[in-house]
């Protein structure tokens, strides 16, 4: 061991080269992702099993490592960043993304403070500001960058907590529907919500949060000696893409003295596009608001962002100080993010919204999100037209879900053939979808929401959904063909 051996740092050629290595295999994975199957093999247990080893004591070149990953590793993964991935809610991950991180991680600067990166933490700021101003936020509020939608679910609960319950904690009951996210659930219980304080309310037949059932319930437990104060709504659920009725909440949270927050998570960024806002009506009228820019904003993931209407509520649930940190002369004029959210430390995560946004503009965002939602519109409208399918959920945005029925079919008989159709359509390799439960049923569900998804590969969904549900239905059903 010598003191050369201390020394960590690469020269700046052995830098270079390496840099040069890992983008030439990023682009030619990326230059290839069409063509790979949008759901790898991930059937390898026996593979992460091979793959424990001990820390090891001496260090490897790149190359080899380089190779076993982009050969053997990142095949076996559900591809994510496919055009053909049209599960769960995609999102896809745009090239502008890497390099921000790359930067980001490259010249680690303290973003958490902004007396110690002023000009970073401002591009931070005006990312936050122009989601603010897509949302129709007033200029009030304030915002965060957060690892994902869960996180900003988390925040906001805790913002309202400390708003309207303070030292009541336990006397507090929250509500949100049968569809809203487990995340929500999740992030309640983690800000001291208990589950038997949590209010799940029933959905109409378009799976919405029904507002006369809240309406019922927030009556009851006041007259149980409850406080309530929080009703947490969806712009576009994770199931079936519902979006609860925005306006007639926020007026009904606001005469009873609750707050509303809205999981925009999967919808929330179709409100850049003028001429769809009035799907996401009264979005704007909510206390906070809960986005997904890893989702529709194609951005890589560990990107979720919260917007706070009073933005004083946001600071007030977060910030602290202590005779260690540097001190701001600066008052309130510039925004620093350690007051507004859980996070010290922290990487410049909003740097990848900022180069996104500058690199490409918002008009070419707006056209992305508006062919999106044609998309869906298109698939829904074609796959509903085919027989022994049941449209369900047609799209409220850009997400449906539908199951298979044919003369005399079970329940049973339905989600088996349900499930099978999804198993089938996927191994074909061209896109990849999934299903969930809702309304008592197993449903199938395509989301549109990768930037790589264009009309191609909608076609390839429309035929493969076509010619495997007339096969499964063909076995189910025997000898009965349609008239
Ligand atoms: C994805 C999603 C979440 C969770 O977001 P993560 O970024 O995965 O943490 C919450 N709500 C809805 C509606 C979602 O679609």
């Known amino acids: 061991m010598t003191d050369g051996d201390a020394d960590l740092e690469f020269s700046p050629q052995v830098m270079r080269s390496m840099g040069e290595d890992v983008v030439k295999r990023v682009v ?39 190779d076993a990953l982009f050969d053997e590793w990142i095949p076996r993964s559900y591809n994510t960043a496919s055009p053909g991935y ?12 890497a390099l921000a991180d790359l930067i980001a991680a490259g010249i680690n600067r303290y973003t958490g403070v902004w007396l110690t990166a002023p000009a970073l933490v401002q591009l931070e ?15 009030g509020s304030r915002g965060l960058f ?10 906001a609960i805790v913002c309202a907590r ?43 037949a378009q799976f919405r949060m029904r507002v006369d059932a809240l309406h019922d319930a927030i009556e009851r437990d006041r007259a149980a000696g409850f406080l309530p104060f929080l009703v947490v709504s969806s712009a576009g659920t994770t199931n079936t893409g519902a979006v609860d009725p925005m306006r007639e909440i926020s007026a009904l949270c606001r005469a009873g003295g609750l707050w509303h927050h809205v999981d925009g ?48 509520a946001l600071r007030a649930a977060h910030s602290e100080t202590a ?38 503009g918002a008009a070419r965002y707006r056209a992305a ?4 939602r044609r998309l869906a519109l298109d698939a829904a409208q074609r796959i509903a037209a085919l027989p022994h399918v049941v449209m369900d959920a047609p799209p409220q945005l850009s997400l449906f879900a539908f199951h298979l029925a044919w003369p005399g079919s079970t329940l049973a008989d339905e989600d088996a053939a349900t499930r099978e159709l999804l198993e089938r359509v996927t191994r074909r390799g061209k896109v990849i979808i999934t299903g969930c439960h809702a309304g008592g049923r197993f449903l199938a569900r395509v989301c549109v929401l990768s930037f790589r998804t264009h009309q191609d590969r909608i076609d390839d969904c429309v035929t493969h959904v076509a010619e495997e549900s007339a096969a499964i239905v063909a076995r189910h059903a025997g000898a009965w063909r349609p008239a």
């Open 86 to 97: 049209l599960a769960y809610i995609p999102g896809g991950g745009v090239f502008p993304g």
């Open 125 to 139: 700021a005006n990312a936050l500001d122009w989601l603010r101003e897509w949302m129709r936020f007033p200029a």
């Open 146 to 155: 957060t690892t994902g939608g869960s996180t900003a679910n988390f925040s």
């Open 369 to 372: 999100l508006a062919e999106k």
């Open 162 to 204: 400390e708003r309207l319950l303070g030292a009541e904690l336990r006397r507090g009951t929250m509500y949100l529907s049968s569809e809203t996210h487990h995340s929500v659930g999740k992030s309640a219980r983690l800000a001291g919500i208990l589950p038997d304080r949590v209010r799940s309310i029933a959905v109409d």
């Open 265 to 312: 998570a999967y919808g929330a960024s179709f409100h850049l596009c003028p001429e769809l806002r009035p799907l996401l009506a009264g979005l704007p009228d909510a206390d906070s608001l809960t986005l997904d820019p890893h989702k529709g904003l194609f951005l890589p993931y560990g990107s979720g962002a919260l917007l706070v209407r009073d933005g004083e």
């Open 28 to 66: 030619d994975h990326l230059a290839t992702i069409g063509e790979q199957p949008a759901r790898g093999n991930v059937d390898a247990a026996d593979l992460c099993r091979a793959l424990r080893e001990p820390a090891p004591e001496d260090g490897t070149d790149l190359a080899p490592l380089l």
């Open 323 to 360: 005779s260690y940190m540097p001190e701001n002369r600066q008052g309130d004029e510039f925004y620093d993010p350690h007051q507004y959210g859980p996070d010290l430390s922290r990487n410049f995560r909003g740097l990848r919204v900022w180069l996104a946004f500058k690199l490409y």
